[in-house]
């Protein structure tokens, strides 16, 4: 079921919603300071591409500096891509068949927002 609904979210909006992330990821890393957040972009990219099977768990030694990169992301960053979840989204939640679809890029909203700090795992 989880290929399904990876193959699903694939061509409905996961390419897109990992292009942007991917976007993301290379301006910070073009900008020699914001190589951390460019680097958790593309791993929110690989989550974004193909979610089901995955979720996002606090990192435990994640410290001040997370807090702090976390704002700067937000700010310059998280808001836009979290914009992107909530619209595809809710044009997901329209139809009856997207509705898991949209549940899991409203998952994705927090993530997306403050990334430091968090980590992606498998689900056994």
Known sequence: MRTLLNIIWLVLCGFWMAVGYLLAGV???VLIVTIPF???SFRIAHYAFWPFGRTVVERRDAGAASCVG?????????WWLALG????G???CVTI???PLGIANFKMIPVSLVPLGKEIVEIA
């Open 90 to 92: 809710i044009a997901l």
């Open 97 to 99: 068949v997207g509705i």
């Open 38 to 40: 460019g680097l958790a």
């Open 27 to 29: 301006i910070c890393c």
């Open 70 to 78: 976390n704002v700067v992301w937000f700010v310059f960053a998280g």
């Open 85 to 88: 979840h909530v619209f595809t």
